[in-house]
T-cell receptor, first 109, second 116 residues
Framework: GQNIDQPTEMTATEGAIVQINCTYQ??????LFWYQQHAGEAPTFLSY??LDGLEEKGRFSSFLSRSKGYSYLLLKELQMKDSASYLC??????????WGAGTKLIIKP | GAVVSQHPSWVICKSGTSVKIECRSL??????MFWYRQFPKQSLMLMAT?????????EQGVEKDKFLINHASLTLSTLTVTSAHPEDSSFYIC????????????FGPGTRLTVT
């Protein structure tokens, strides 16, 4: 079956660094996505990894290991506005996104 | 670029009535559009995939007679919830894919449906 696992909730302090992990198991693989979703809003695209390694984009970085079926999203210099849910999604062989349940990130001052 | 709009942003309707939600790609042509439903504190659930000019492909467990999808043009797709019931109350989100960047979906702002 197809499955995406990520923690339900995480808490971090403003200015700190947090890593959100995601493991995936899908029928075929065409890339791993991270989206940010604020409450009551639609998801916004953060990153896409299809090859192993780290992709850095400003304060956010995303890592992929295809052999381990593992990815993480790294957020640095956390700001209060980073409080949101972070959705991990794997694209399967049919180019369909298989979504995780999301990780709610709570930032404390 | 790549902006997707949805209308209405929220709607309240009575049980038994039908509601239409529009999804438009404003500055690009969307070869494929997706409709998702999201219940509180849950992830996105794909309901159906629609390609312009053809019938939508529904996910298992989604009633195609209840959730009517029309992708009449490259910039417009509609979702009609027929004979709505309180359990249909949810956050409905559409997304669109261009033919260029197969891997990226552009999401609309979502429509909050409440059925009383």
């Amino acid at each position: 079956g197809q499955n995406i696992d990520q923690p339900t909730e995480m808490t971090a302090t403003e200015g700190a660094i947090v890593q959100i992990n995601c493991t995936y198991q899908t029928s075929g693989f065409n890339g791993l996505f991270w989206y940010q979703q604020h409450a009551g809003e639609a998801p916004t695209f953060l990153s896409y990894n299809v090859l192993d390694g780290l992709e850095e984009k400003g304060r956010f970085s995303s890592f992929l290991s295809r052999s381990k079926g593992y990815s993480y999203l790294l957020l640095k210099e956390l700001q209060m506005k980073d409080s949101a849910s972070y959705l991990c999604a794997s694209m399967d062989s049919n180019y369909q996104l298989i979504w995780g349940a999301g990780t709610k990130l709570i930032i404390k001052p | 670029g790549a902006v997707v709009s949805q209308h209405p942003s929220w709607v309240i309707c009575k049980s038994g009535t039908s509601v239409k939600i529009e999804c438009r790609s404003l500055d690009f042509q969307a070869t494929t559009m997706f409709w998702y439903r999201q219940f509180p504190k849950q992830s996105l659930m794909l309901m159906a995939t629609s390609n312009e000019g053809s019938k939508a492909t529904y996910e298992q467990g989604v009633e195609k007679d209840k959730f009517l999808i029309n992708h009449a043009s490259l910039t417009l797709s509609t979702l009609t919830v027929t004979s709505a019931h309180p359990e249909d109350s949810s956050f409905y989100i559409c997304s669109a894919r261009t033919g260029r960047d197969f891997y990226e979906q552009y999401f609309g702002p979502g429509t909050r449906l409440t059925v009383t």
